[in-house]
């Protein structure tokens, strides 16, 4: 009895004895080929191995022949398939052996339309949230096919669970566990590595209520720009010196009296996003500079007698960028500098461009001004100040740094109150 396939009506036994094994491969793969791509009836197989040759001759019924090549009709051997009750076609056969006969040309198209549709589908949605650059940026770079898998509705189940967490937020001093479990009922949804994570940093990063004003941000400050908070809200520090706020929060009446007694205070994240103050910042000038030095040496020397202070300690990270973000809504004119390097030239676009500052003493006047001033040579790679079209090309014809404590009496000046 045969092992006949009832639905296509293949018999596997007699066809793996006319058509399969290893031996036959490159004909049936040929014969693949000419079935997908078609370009007429005959196919002539060059070098001909002696198994090959037996085969076609004992399936079409003809004596053996000399040459080193095969020419056969596709008609025929059809014919032969059918008559013989071996499988109704040529097509079936050879998919029966090896496979379905599939057209990746064909297949890539429709992939295509599908992740269109997938867009399609959820774009209405992304755009009521102010994200429809997002949903088009991920797409066409291809980041939610690869954390489907290629698979078109889970793509579409990942888009939709990330517009759900991205909905809810701003949520200020939620934890990331919370946020997870309440939007995706699972408390570790969102952690690092999670695929709905990728895309929603995505959009955190790049999109969401303008993105975060930092082309390498921590995890930290990526999930604080929403008020969410993770592991660290009390590490995260910010350093201020007599910023005015009002409010009776633990945070508002420590703020009061560091500035009461000319003390530079640390605000951590955790205070930031759980408790802020009202800051009482509206049309008020407030100085931001990168070097903690600065805040220590106002507080010395100058006391109460000092203009609102933030320092950033170096590239902006999660209670910095919080704190920024809340004096600006809070209507605060916002001054930056950082040192005349090519980092801190970095650090100054990423917050001119996010937060709308403005900069202070950070201009190729205030730089060759103080030519006669050395430091250590320029190091990394040159960046354009999008502020000031010359200081870059009046930086590189220093050669060298020139950090905020060279600056110090300038600064003390304009803090003055």
């Known amino acids: 009895m045969t092992d006949r396939d009832p639905v296509r009506g293949v018999d596997h036994d007699r066809l793996g004895r006319l058509l399969g094994g290893p031996g036959l491969e490159r004909l049936r793969r040929r014969l693949r080929e000419r079935l997908l791509r078609g370009g007429g009836d005959t196919l002539t197989l060059t070098r001909a191995s002696a198994v090959e040759r037996e085969a076609v001759e004992r399936l079409l019924g003809r004596p053996p022949r000399a040459?080193?090549?095969?020419?056969?009709?596709?008609?025929?051997?059809?014919?032969?398939?059918?008559?013989?009750?071996?499988?109704?076609?040529?097509?079936?056969?050879?998919?029966?052996?090896?496979?379905?006969?599939?057209?990746?040309?064909?297949?890539?198209?429709?992939?295509?339309?599908?992740?269109?549709?997938?867009v399609a589908a959820v774009h209405p949605r992304a755009a009521a949230a102010g994200l429809a650059e997002w949903l088009e940026a991920v797409a066409r770079r291809g980041l939610v096919k690869r954390l489907a898998g290629g698979d078109p509705e889970s793509g579409r189940d990942l888009l939709e669970r990330s517009l759900v967490v991205l909905e809810a937020l701003p949520w200020p001093g939620a934890s990331r566990s919370t946020l997870a479990a309440r939007c995706l009922g699972d408390a570790h949804a969102l952690d690092a590595g999670q695929p709905v994570?990728?895309?929603?940093?995505?959009?955190?990063?790049r999109y969401w209520r303008g993105g975060v004003g930092d082309d390498d941000p921590d995890e930290r400050t990526l999930w604080a720009h929403a008020g969410i908070l993770i592991g660290g809200d009390i590490t995260s520090t910010v350093l201020v010196h007599r910023l005015p706020a009002t409010g009776d929060t633990a945070t508002a009446r420590a703020l009061e009296a560091h500035s009461a007694a000319a003390e530079p205070l640390y605000l951590t994240l955790r205070q930031l996003l759980r408790e802020p103050p009202q800051w009482d910042v509206d049309g008020r000038i407030v100085h931001v500079c990168e070097n903690p030095a600065v805040v220590s040496e106002a507080a010395e020397r100058l006391g109460t007698d000092c203009a609102p202070l933030v320092a950033t300690w170096g590239r902006p990270r999660a209670a910095v960028w919080v704190l920024l973000e809340q004096l600006r809504d809070a209507g605060a004119k916002l001054l930056f500098r950082?040192?005349?390097?090519?980092?801190?030239?970095?650090?100054?676009?990423?917050?001119?461009?996010?937060?709308?500052a403005r900069p202070w003493r950070m201009d190729t006047a205030t730089l060759e001004s103080h030519a006669a001033v050395s430091n250590r040579p320029l190091t990394g790679r040159p960046v354009a100040a999008c502020w000031d079209d010359t200081l870059q090309d009046a930086l590189q014809r220093r050669g060298c740094a020139l950090h905020e404590e060279q600056l110090l009496e300038a600064l003390l000046e304009d803090l003055r109150r």
């Open 67 to 118: 040459g080193s090549s095969l020419r056969l009709s596709l008609a025929e051997l059809e014919r032969i398939l059918q008559r013989a009750e071996v499988a109704p076609g040529l097509r079936e056969a050879l998919e029966s052996l090896d496979g379905p006969i599939r057209d990746p040309a064909q297949e890539r198209e429709e992939a295509r339309r599908q992740w269109e549709e997938v």
């Open 338 to 356: 950082a040192d005349f390097d090519w980092t801190g030239i970095a650090i100054a676009n990423a917050v001119i461009q996010r937060l709308g």
């Open 197 to 205: 994570a990728a895309l929603v940093r995505h959009a955190l990063h």
